[in-house]
């Protein structure tokens, strides 16, 4: 069974100060590793797709890396709008694109 | 990417009722996707609906108490049946079209008291 873990559940950086958030998975034949944002209320914002190992993507502060077995998205000198929930999600190869979801880090970057 | 909407965005039921929480995208896809979170939880697939055929459930859903219409190619409509407190959740739509990733709805916000 797939199983995708999330750390840290929660996060509070001080605005400017760079972390990252992890995302473990066991999955046979990956298809795909996706980040997502999601704010309060909302739905989640689709941010990066990873299909490799040694895949790079990035975005404005952004930047999510990815390996045989984790993901990591690096926050690089965050600000408070940065604020939200970060969702890492996997889809298996054969799975007709549905999406496995792990448990999400919140992040609260303070002013 | 496709534009997503929802409705209603939010409703209080009573218990015992039924509500239909329809889904519009802007363009044409095969792959519809319904998924529940609960508070303070990640998502949970309900279902794929795909047009032409009937909704494949995930283990723990059943179509009873979660039917689903697909209509066309940019509607669909999930159905939550005699509900109960615990249904209370966000339920979103999501549609996954030629790239693997999925885009999502804003969400409706379902409480039952």
């Known amino acids: 069974e797939d199983q995708v873990t999330q750390s840290p559940e929660a996060l509070r950086l001080q605005e400017g100060e760079s972390s990252s958030l992890n995302c473990s998975y066991t999955?046979?034949?990956?298809?795909?590793l996706f980040w997502y944002r999601q704010d309060p209320g909302k739905g989640p914002e689709f941010l990066f797709t990873?299909?490799?190992a040694g895949e790079e993507k990035e975005k404005e502060r952004l930047k999510a890396t990815l390996t045989k077995k984790e993901s990591f998205l690096h926050i690089t000198a965050p600000k408070p709008e940065d604020s939200a929930t970060y969702l890492c999600?996997?889809?298996?190869?054969?799975?007709?694109?549905?999406?496995?979801f792990g448990s999400g880090t919140q992040l609260t970057v303070l002013p | 990417s496709a534009v997503i909407s929802q409705k209603p965005s939010r409703d209080i039921c009573q218990r015992g009722t039924s509500l239909t929480i329809q889904c519009q995208v802007d363009?044409?896809?095969?792959?519809m996707f319904w998924y529940r979170q609960q508070p303070g939880q990640s998502l949970t697939l309900i279902a794929t609906?795909?047009?032409?055929?009937?909704?494949?459930?995930e283990s723990g859903f059943v179509i009873d108490k979660f039917p689903i219409s697909r209509p066309n190619l940019t509607f669909s409509t999930l159905t939550v049946s005699n509900m109960s407190p615990e249904d209370s959740s966000i339920y979103l739509c999501?549609?996954?079209?030629?790239?693997?990733?999925?885009?999502f709805g804003p969400g409706t916000r379902l409480t039952v008291t």
């Open positions: 609906a795909n047009q032409g055929s009937e909704a494949t459930y």
């Open positions: 363009s044409q896809v095969t792959m």
């Open positions: 999501s549609v996954g079209e030629g790239s693997y990733e999925q885009y």
């Open positions: 999955v046979s034949g990956l298809r795909g």
């Open positions: 999600a996997v889809r298996q190869s054969g799975s007709a694109r549905q999406l496995t």
């Open positions: 990873l299909y490799s």
